[in-house]
């Protein structure tokens, strides 16, 4: 039987520890494993190679994905979906484990609604995904911002500045609050709850009439602002799309500290961490899962489970529906953010 697997979307700390997985776990099955280059575009291009043991050895500790990644989705190609079941054809293909976000596992909802046999693996580092509690690279993602964050109270104090700190989160806030919660940062500012900058300033003006001389702010990158009383709030974009065709985040953070800046009188400095979030070895936490995903996917495809995801659910893995799982977004609930607001006082 012969198994493809694919990483589709942003790299992500933990995809070759997942990939390694699969690929042990399916020798034990007897299973073919084939490595599709370039997320979907392997199977739209017909560009593979055959994973072993030792293609697959000496990689868990490594971050990005030795299989290549893109944000190719083939619904928005031309004569896509029948390329895919071409390609699957004519290699044979008895099943696709497709590793991704929201974006590569709504794709693969669709494919297993049109016949395709799909086993998916959530990861992203945004910890977005409907039907299981964590992502795997989203714990690397946090502890990467956290570290920052440390870093960056030492130079705020010593300056006696405000340092506003960028961290990703297209549509939800989950490195933000979890990075900002464990840094001790001043203020968070979340997708989810479009940013009141004024209230930021005057709650930044209390803290420094209170003796505390800087402050610490972390902001997701998809977070709206609104600069007056008389503006909707805006999400703040490059201008430039990405591959996927959406509007290029980037530069809310540096929006962020002038308007501190002009409000407060208080000198202000920003750092965007970018792709440093997505990089570099996993954590323990993030091997550990995304192992565990890996051999849960191989044998949800011996027992033919097709259109569905491996999940956690307390410490659990178990098998959710693809179709619920990408429904809709995983945002932070009111009741956890308000567990970081009781420090903004």
């Known amino acids: 039987m012969k198994v493809a697997v694919l990483t589709g979307g942003g790299d992500c700390p933990g995809l070759n520890a997942v990939i390694r997985a699969i690929v042990r776990r399916a020798s034990e099955h007897g299973f073919e494993m ?43 190609v031309e004569n896509g979906l029948e390329r895919v079941k071409r390609a699957i054809e004519r290699n044979g293909i008895h099943a696709v484990i497709a590793i991704g976000g929201e974006g590569t596992l709504s794709a693969a909802t669709r494919m297993a609604q049109e016949g395709v046999r799909i086993v998916g693996v959530p990861k992203t580092i945004d910890n977005d995904l409907n039907g299981t509690d964590f992502t795997f690279g989203f714990d690397t993602a946090v502890m990467i911002a956290t570290e920052a964050v440390d870093r960056l109270h030492s130079t705020a104090e010593s300056h006696k500045r405000v340092i506003v700190c960028e961290v990703m989160g297209r549509h939800v806030g989950w490195i933000a609050t979890y990075a900002g919660i464990a840094g001790g940062a001043d203020v968070i500012l979340v997708p989810e709850i479009p940013a009141d900058l004024e209230a930021v300033a005057q709650h930044l003006q209390r803290r420094n009439a209170g003796g505390r001389t800087f402050s610490i702010v972390v902001v997701a990158e998809g977070t709206r602002i609104k600069l007056s009383a008389d503006q909707n709030e805006q999400l703040v974009t490059t201008g430039a799309l990405d591959e996927a065709g959406r509007p290029r985040l980037g530069g809310v953070g540096n929006i962020v500290a002038s308007e501190i800046e002009r409000r407060t009188g208080f000198e202000t400095r920003v750092s965007v961490l970018g792709h440093i979030q997505r990089g570099g070895a996993p954590t323990a936490h993030d091997r550990v899962l995304a192992t565990r995903f890996g051999v849960h996917a191989c044998d949800m495809v011996a027992r033919g489970e097709f259109g569905r995801m491996a999940a956690l659910r ?32």
Do not use: C, Y
Not at 40 to 68: A, P, V, Y
Not at 321 to 337: H, Q, S
């Open 314 to 345: 307390g410490n659990e893995i178990v098998s959710e529906n693809l179709a619920e799982a990408t429904r809709e977004l995983k945002r932070v609930p009111k009741e956890f953010f308000e567990v970081a607001q009781v420090f903004f006082g």
């Open 34 to 76: 084939m490595g599709l280059r370039d997320g979907w575009k392997g199977l739209l291009d017909d560009n593979h190679f055959r994973l072993t043991r030792e293609t697959t050895s000496g990689i868990l500790h490594r971050g990005g994905t030795i299989l290549g990644t893109s944000r190719v989705n083939p619904f928005k």
